[in-house]
């Protein structure tokens, strides 16, 4: 496999950003490539799935192109008062890796998967925008992050001027979208989650609206918290879930 880091300017962000992309370098491999779009979590950046996982060695050998791009600590949403992430992932990161790389451009092509922020953000633009991707992932998500909490209170400042004061219920929380969204044409869906991890509860709550709905997806609790260990084991099952979407044959 080949690696590169991309600096390219984002219309969206009105900022230059940055994406670190791995792609085969066998010409053998087969084409079109298919696109998978990793997305980090809160504290981290573009780098640190390369830095933290062995990615690259668990997609080796296939016609699978993974984009990891830069989110900021912007949920990959369009905030209320700040930059516009989630318009910068679906025009400006896919656009360039659609321009530029020999990928299936359109949904039987893509996946998209992430942890934590990145888990959540995968599912919410997967579910707003179900035309553009065949599956999507979710690694300890924080799928239920705009719901009401125990206790009350609200979001803190930071992330009240991204989603508003009153998200719950709103255009970016995914347990309303998901039941806004034509049910025939969700992307496959796969969620899971430490049973130490502190974001547990939001995707059993995710998993148990899901089920109400009749929406068919694949769930998954595994010893672990909140920590790269768990992440860089359970991607590989990720990995072989969107491969069965995208048509991607996986060796045993």
Not at 59 to 66: I, Y
Not at 221 to 239: K, L, M, S
Request: aromatic letters at 12%.
């Amino acid at each position: 496999m080949a690696f590169a880091t991309i600096q390219y300017f984002s219309r969206s962000l009105r900022k230059a950003s940055s994406m670190n992309v791995v792609f085969p370098d066998d010409p053998e491999t087969p084409r079109p490539y298919r696109a998978f779009y990793l997305l980090h979590g809160l504290s981290d950046d573009h780098s640190i799935w390369m830095r933290r996982t062995s990615i690259e060695r668990y997609v080796s050998g296939l016609p699978l192109v993974v984009v990891m791009p830069d989110g900021g600590r912007g949920f990959y949403t369009n905030a209320a008062e700040g930059f516009a992430y989630e318009d910068d992932l679906i025009h400006d990161v896919v656009g360039l890796i659609d321009r530029t790389f020999p990928v299936k451009a359109e949904k039987s092509g893509r996946a998209i998967g992430g942890l934590s922020m990145g888990g959540y953000g995968a599912i919410k633009v997967a579910l707003k925008h179900p035309n553009l991707f065949a599956s999507a992932n979710s690694h300890s998500g924080a799928v239920g992050f705009l719901r009401p909490r125990p206790g009350g209170g609200g979001l803190e400042p930071e992330f009240a001027r991204i989603f508003g004061k009153s998200p719950a219920g709103g255009p970016e929380d995914p347990f309303a979208i998901v039941e806004k969204t034509d049910h025939g044409i969700i992307p496959a869906l796969r969620l899971d989650c430490g049973r130490d991890d502190f974001l547990l509860a939001q995707n059993r709550a995710f998993h148990e609206h899901l089920n109400k709905l009749g929406i068919i997806h694949e769930y998954a609790e595994f010893p672990g918290g909140h920590e790269w260990g768990y992440w860089d084991e359970h991607v590989r099952e990720a990995i072989a879930f969107h491969a069965k979407y995208l048509d991607i044959p996986i060796k045993k």
